[in-house]
């Protein structure tokens, strides 16, 4: 079970790094699942994860202090809505319009949701 953790972890980060660069491809949903898996199947892919240069701050934030910074928020509601509106206005099946606008909406809601992290908070929790 351990080995099928590790798998969906690794697969799980290298979706949230191509999700960097494509818009319409989530980081964060992968990056907690990646998470999710390694502390299941690795503490030591695991500890990578938390401490990464890039993923590690952000992901320290949001799983112990469920906080994102201000500017993560914004720059989450600038690119959700505008390629979720996009792809409402390519699809043909209404069902499909009220399930991708009923997704944005609860995205929406869980971020705005969150605490915003103090940026004068510059504590570095590392394990």
């Known amino acids: ?10 697969i799980a980060v290298v979706l949230a790094i191509l999700g960097v660069f494509l818009p319409l491809l989530p980081t964060t949903p992968f990056l907690l699942l990646a998470s999710a898996c390694f502390m299941r199947g690795s503490d030591r892919m695991h500890r990578w994860l938390r401490n990464h240069p890039i993923f590690g701050e952000y992901l320290r934030n949001f799983e ?9 928020k914004i720059v989450s509601m600038v690119l959700l809505w505008p390629s979720m509106l996009y792809s409402v206005y ?9 399930m991708l606008l009923a997704i944005a909406v609860g995205v929406t809601i869980m971020i705005l949701r969150m605490k915003t992290l103090d940026v004068t908070d510059t504590s570095q929790d590392t394990e």
């Open 1 to 10: 079970m351990k080995i099928l953790l590790n798998v969906v972890g690794c």
């Open 64 to 72: 112990d202090k469920r906080a994102l910074p201000k500017r993560a």
């Open 90 to 98: 390519l699809v043909k099946p209404v069902l499909l319009k009220g």
